[in-house]
């Protein structure tokens, strides 16, 4: 039992230390001081900050995945991607340390895929179309801010330039309409 509360306590550390340095300036050091436990305890379950950030970011994406209501898996998908959207791990990370998501992109699952996966299959019943519902909430968590109008202001009347903004809500949107139509 204790083990599993320092492991907490060490997770919520790595939280903290994240939220305020960013993964590349925290420190095994730093996170052992905030858990007030040894660097000896962290090593014995982390052998270094990566493997640590992983298993932070793996619980805390379960987390926003676990309070979702998916007895209407489209509204669930969509409230997931905001959510995470929204968390402010994932917005550290995606503003300090974006690199950290590269490898979960481009080369290999993560354990916060699989048990996204795990809970699309159950609620969708079809491994497959949980796979494709993943990809499509992926690129919509992490592109869609590229895809915003940016908002400039008209110097001489101070009104925003651009009339019609595209928003992350219109995007949300559109995600649900995507999903709609797929899983209809």
């Known amino acids: 039992m ?10 919520d550390a790595a939280r903290d230390c994240v939220l305020a340095y960013g993964v590349r300036r925290t ?29 932070l970011m793996t619980r805390e994406w379960v987390r926003v995945v676990a309070d979702l209501d998916l007895s ?7 409230a997931g991607v905001r959510g995470l959207r929204a968390h402010p791990l994932w917005r550290k990370i995606v503003e300090v340390d974006p690199e950290l998501l590269m490898p979960y992109v481009l080369d290999r699952r993560g354990a916060s895929h699989d048990a996204v996966l795990e809970v699309l299959e159950r609620a969708l019943g079809d491994p497959r179309k949980a796979r494709a519902v993943l990809l499509v909430a992926q690129s919509f968590l992490l592109s869609a801010p590229t895809m915003l109008d940016p ?34």
């Open 151 to 184: 908002v400039t202001l008209d110097p001489l009347t101070l009104d925003p330039k651009t009339l019609d903004p595209v928003t992350l809500d219109d995007l949300d949107a559109e995600l649900t309409t995507i999903l709609e139509a797929y899983l209809g």
């Open 72 to 78: 209407d898996p489209v509204r669930a998908v969509v």
């Open 2 to 11: 204790t083990s599993i509360r320092h492991n907490e306590a060490v997770l």
């Open 27 to 55: 420190t095994l050091t730093d996170v052992a001081r905030r858990a007030g436990v040894s660097r000896m305890t962290i090593y014995r379950h982390w052998p270094d900050v990566r493997s640590l950030v992983a298993d």
